[in-house]
């Protein structure tokens, strides 16, 4: 099978990046993935009724919007694949009703923390976290009737495993819509970077392998079905914020570099909606 071995190499260990999402999820400079400056990898599609706050958007990490592209149906079982603070969650609990179920599935003890404290607050009883690894779902097999995930995919050093485990958890007749950021030909200095990895960049693997993966997992129909590409300076922005922990000056001085460097990058990276169902 060609699937994500070579270009999606993940030069970092599970825990540093449940670290990093962990610092930037109680960081105001917000940092790595979504950028300053308005540099957001994801754009929600507005709707009436729907719980997204300012507060629930500003600790979102994902490149899309899932659940507004899915056809969850009231009294279904969502399963979210690295929930992070629970955005996804709530709008999907929003769908299922109190007859359906949601459980998020995230590696970070603090980002489980959050969604359970934000799906309390807005009063869903019928969402469920599992602090977990999505190469290996604490979830019954064949329970599911759709996996959603917003970004997280890309950060896995296994992808194939997490493909498997997606087909393992649906119920024959169950669907995936997953938002991911994907890549072609990124330069080495990108692909061996740590915090790069943690921006959703480095790991990112081609829209190609993304297919044959599913595919060869024993999903069916996996289908491109958007796209999103960013600008030069998104990029920049993704880029300098994953520098993060560097000092302010070092981190002006090294823009003009970083702006000149992001866009090869913006080239070769955007943000894709691929669904796929098992039978
Ligand atoms: C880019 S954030 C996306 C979070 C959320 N989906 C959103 O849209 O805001 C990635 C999330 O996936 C989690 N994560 C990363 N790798 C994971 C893995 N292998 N298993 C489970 N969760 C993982 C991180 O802890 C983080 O919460």
């Known amino acids: 099978m060609k699937c994500c071995k070579k270009e ?5 260990s599970a825990d540093f990046i449940a670290q990093k999402y962990a610092e930037a999820l109680h960081s105001d400079s917000r ?7 308005g540099a957001r990898f994801a754009t929600y599609v507005p709707r009436e009724g729907a719980p997204v706050s300012p507060e629930m958007l500003e600790s979102s990490f994902g490149c899309g919007d899932p659940v507004a592209f899915s056809e969850i149906r009231v009294g279904q079982t969502v399963l979210d694949l690295g929930s992070g603070a629970g955005l996804d969650l709530l709008l999907a609990a929003s769908k299922v009703g109190p007859s359906g179920k949601v459980i998020g599935v995230d590696l970070s003890d603090d980002m489980i ?25 604490p979830v019954e097999s064949a329970s599911i009737d759709w996996v959603i995930s917003n970004c997280v995919i890309n950060l896995s050093a296994d992808k194939e495993r997490v493909f498997q485990e997606i087909a393992r ?10 938002s991911d950021i994907v890549a072609e030909n990124l330069p080495f200095w990108v692909r061996r970077s740590g915090l790069l990895t943690v921006a959703c960049v480095a790991g990112a693997i081609p829209e190609a392998d993304y297919l044959a993966g599913m595919r060869a997992a024993g999903l069916q129909d996996a289908t491109i079905r958007g796209r999103m590409h960013y600008s030069p300076s998104q990029m920049a922005a993704v880029v300098l914020d994953s520098l993060s922990g560097w000092t ?21 990276l955007w943000s894709v909606r691929v669904s796929a169902r098992f039978d």
């Open 113 to 137: 923390e959050r969604a359970r404290m934000n799906a309390q607050a807005a009063g869903y009883a019928n969402i469920e976290l599992r602090r977990g690894a999505i190469e290996e779902l």
């Open 169 to 178: 958890v649906l119920r024959p007749g169950g669907q995936v819509l997953v």
């Open 31 to 37: 940092g790595i993935v979504a950028g300053t400056g």
């Open 8 to 12: 999606g190499t993940v030069p970092v």
């Open 248 to 268: 302010r000056w070092l981190n002006w001085c090294l823009r003009p570099l970083i702006s000149a460097l992001a866009k090869p990058i913006a080239g070769r």
